[in-house]
């Protein structure tokens, strides 16, 4: 019996510890923006001490593979709780959005080469005068109709991405260079022919460098490319660090001063 209480109380207690280190993120609420026959599932934060009266700036933010579904909710699982943070959100009042791509989509248009074994060789990217994919797409309409409501500041709109949602960073960057005031793909690549549509966007660039899922030249490349034109540049390469180099990213103490720095002209 005796055996029991003690099992038990372990129990009870690994419970509560796991329960206090989820985070909670009922502060984000559920929304559900419907244009057509599309439908993209998504999870707003709304700044804290909101005031109707003003307009915000703006974070969007995609997810990797592993969290698409249509539960509206994985989505939050890397990156939800940086933006909870209280002394976050008292220092940079915004709006932040999680959109969730389906289990069959993704935020870029890309297909993969394979040898006679089917192996995947590489990952080949489209141009950015393609059609883009629904979920993409369904992310710029969104953005443009709460730009519409006049609670959006138009010149603070930033996105960023990891790993699927890092090539969607790429991909809506080249597509819609004007529409943002600076971002940051985290293990992400895409068609660097493209870099040139955003050279002037502000950008921080993050990977590990031993990543083994998707390859350091993703990002290196894009660095490399925009490096002498684009004036505000920065690209974090993590030694030892594999795909997970969004928590490395998440926390460098500058990400979001250096984010919420900039504004559009």
């Not at 990797?64 to 943070?85: V, Y």
């Not at 394979?114 to 080949?124: A, E, F, N, Y």
């Not at 500041?153 to 960023?160: C, P």
């Not at 991909?171 to 985290?186: H, N, V």
Request: aromatic share 12%; glycine share 8%.
């Amino acid at each position: 019996m005796k055996t029991f209480l003690a099992l038990a109380v372990c129990l009870l207690l690994q419970l509560s510890i796991k329960a206090q280190s989820t985070p909670d993120y009922s502060t984000y609420s559920y929304e559900t923006y419907i244009t057509g026959h599309d439908t993209l599932r998504y999870r707003m934060l709304t700044p804290a001490g909101y005031d109707v009266q003003k307009a915000y700036p703006l974070v969007i933010f995609l997810h990797g593979a592993g969290e698409r579904g249509s539960d509206n909710a994985a989505q939050l699982l890397h990156g939800g709780s940086l933006f909870l943070k209280d002394s976050v959100r008292r220092q940079f009042p915004a709006f932040v959005i999680f959109p969730q791509c389906p289990k069959d989509s993704t935020w870029a248009p890309f297909r993969l080469k394979r040898d006679t074994s089917g192996q995947v060789t590489d990952i080949l990217f489209s141009d950015a005068a393609d059609r883009g994919t629904t979920p993409g797409r369904l992310v710029k309409s969104l953005l443009d109709s709460l730009l519409k409501t006049g609670k959006i500041d138009s010149k603070r709109v930033y996105l960023g991405g990891l790993s699927l949602g890092g090539m969607g960073t790429f991909d809506l960057l080249a597509r819609y260079p004007s529409t943002w005031a600076a971002a940051f793909p985290i293990c992400g690549m895409g068609n660097v022919k493209n870099a040139a549509r955003f050279q002037k966007v502000p950008l921080w660039i993050f990977h590990g460098a031993a990543d083994n899922v998707v390859p350091v030249s993703g990002s290196k490349n894009y660095y490399d490319a925009l490096k002498g034109k684009n004036p505000d540049l920065k690209y974090s390469e993590y030694p030892g660090v594999g795909h997970n180099s969004w928590d490395n990213a998440f926390a460098e103490p500058e990400l979001l001063p250096w984010l919420f720095s900039h504004k559009k002209k």
